[in-house]
């Protein structure tokens, strides 16, 4: 019977029960999501086989959050940090992932999609969506490890990024969400380009559901 339901959701496109259970967070359709776990694979093994790449593809963790600690904890080992005092600073890089070589310090990473808005290389801002679109990717993103560092007020928005487009999750056994992963801040100057009745650009952005995803839907 569990081969059945296997070959019926196959037959459907759709993930097989037993896959799911195992398996990360996905909404993907089952070739979308075999894809996926191909390119996941392909990423750890480039890994092993070529070392550390230059750009992390975070979209292929199963355990993101683990990715970040370890990045954190490698800074405050370099310069003798306490760990509870080191926090990620977030730079957006425009260069081709392709292009960029290792920084000195943090992590380059990229996979990260915008629903809700897009990013504007104009401007060099968090802004609308174009028409028809729906997500959005956004540029490498240069997790850069900062002691004592202090949440930036203006002109960003605190964006939650998660792993899936539920945006819902549960505790795991490890303390984490299995969905959100952390929240990260993007320049945004629209208060500086559009007269919008006073509304921060945090509450402008929160108005339009704006969040960061690994993965989509196809």
């Known amino acids: 019977s569990e081969l059945e339901q296997v070959a019926n959701a196959i037959a459907l496109n759709t993930v097989p029960d037993p896959w799911a259970k195992v398996a990360y967070p996905s909404l993907k359709p089952c070739n979308a999501w075999s894809d996926d776990l191909m390119a996941r694979l392909g990423f750890i093994h480039d890994w092993i086989a ?7 593809w975070i979209s292929g963790f199963y355990f993101p959050q683990a990715f970040l600690t370890g990045s954190l904890q490698n800074f405050a080992r370099k310069y003798q940090y306490p760990i509870d005092t080191v926090s990620f600073d977030f730079i957006v890089n425009e260069t081709h992932y392709e292009k960029l070589t290792k920084p000195e310090d943090g992590v380059y990473v990229r996979g990260l999609f915008l629903e809700g808005a897009r990013w504007n290389s104009v401007v060099g801002s968090v802004d609308d969506s174009l028409p028809k679109q729906l997500y959005t990717e956004l540029p490498v993103l240069h997790l850069f490890p900062v002691k004592d560092r202090k949440d930036k007020d ?3 928005y605190r964006c939650p990024v998660y792993k899936i487009l539920s945006r819902r999750g549960v505790l795991s056994t490890t303390g984490h969400s ?3 992963i952390m929240w990260i801040e993007l320049p945004s100057r629209r208060t500086d380009i559009i007269n919008n009745m006073g509304q921060s650009d945090q509450e402008e952005w929160i108005r339009a559901g704006v969040a960061a995803f690994s993965s989509l839907m196809y």
């Open 154 to 156: 203006e002109n960003v």
């Open 178 to 180: 299995t969905n959100f």
């Open 50 to 56: 070529n070392g550390v790449p230059s750009v992390f």
